[in-house]
């Protein structure tokens, strides 16, 4: 008798939408929480109050923190990836910095990574929706707010998605270099 026919499908297999699933369950909650709040304030910020400046204030300040805690937090705890920007002292030039995990040292749990690229991508898309409403409302003090949210968020968006490919190129290079054929072919060359 197979003891596999007695067991109950797994309901949530790895890398389903289940925050359940999640390494870490308390950064993703807030990661969403993060990403939405700002949003539901925006959209149904009227409904509660008529004072548009405090619902711009109340709406940047969650689109900050969403900005920070994605960057610094959400990102390197659930996909291994963090980026920033330096600038060189003696010349003024900017330049991005992208650093990621190690695979082999660290693996990244799908339900995490699934969540993070979904909302990622999704959060710009709505922003800039909302921006194509607000032009055809003829609403342009509200234009701002979308703006500085639409920067903010593609802002994150790009810079996770050029670590995303920076990481990438760099395991698929590690791997060639240390995995023996490449540095095998290329000592037994010069020897």
């Given at each position: 008798m197979d003891s596999n026919a007695n067991q109950e499908p797994n309901p949530n297999?790895?890398?389903s939408l289940s925050w359940r699933l999640s390494s870490h369950p308390i950064t993703l909650l807030?990661?969403?929480?993060?990403?939405?709040?700002?949003?539901?304030?925006?959209?149904?910020?009227?409904?509660?109050?008529?004072?548009?400046?405090?619902?711009?204030?109340?709406?940047?300040?969650?689109?900050a923190s969403d900005f920070y805690f994605l960057k610094n937090i959400a990102g390197r705890r659930l996909v291994g990836q963090r980026w920033w920007n330096e600038v060189d002292a003696?010349?003024?030039d900017s330049h991005w910095v992208f650093e990621s995990s190690d695979p082999a040292v660290r693996t990244i749990n799908a339900t995490d990574s699934r969540?993070?690229?979904?909302?990622l991508y999704l959060q710009p898309l709505l922003w800039v929706a909302l921006a194509?409403?607000?032009?055809?409302?003829?609403?342009?003090?509200?234009?701002?707010?979308?703006?500085?949210a639409m920067v903010l968020t593609i802002t994150n968006t790009l810079a996770f998605s050029r670590c995303?490919?920076?990481?990438?190129?760099?395991?698929?290079?590690?791997?060639?270099?240390?995995?023996?054929?490449?540095?095998r072919n290329v000592a037994g060359g010069v020897l």
């Open positions: 297999p790895p890398g807030f990661f969403l929480a993060f990403r939405i709040s700002s949003l539901l304030v925006y959209l149904f910020g009227l409904l509660f109050t008529q004072n548009f400046v405090l619902i711009f204030i109340i709406t940047i300040l969650l689109l003696q010349n003024g969540f993070f690229w979904m909302a194509v409403f607000a032009v055809f409302r003829s609403e342009f003090i509200w234009l701002s707010l979308v703006v500085i995303d490919k920076f990481s990438q190129a760099t395991n698929l290079a590690s791997s060639a270099l240390y995995s023996g054929g490449l540095a």
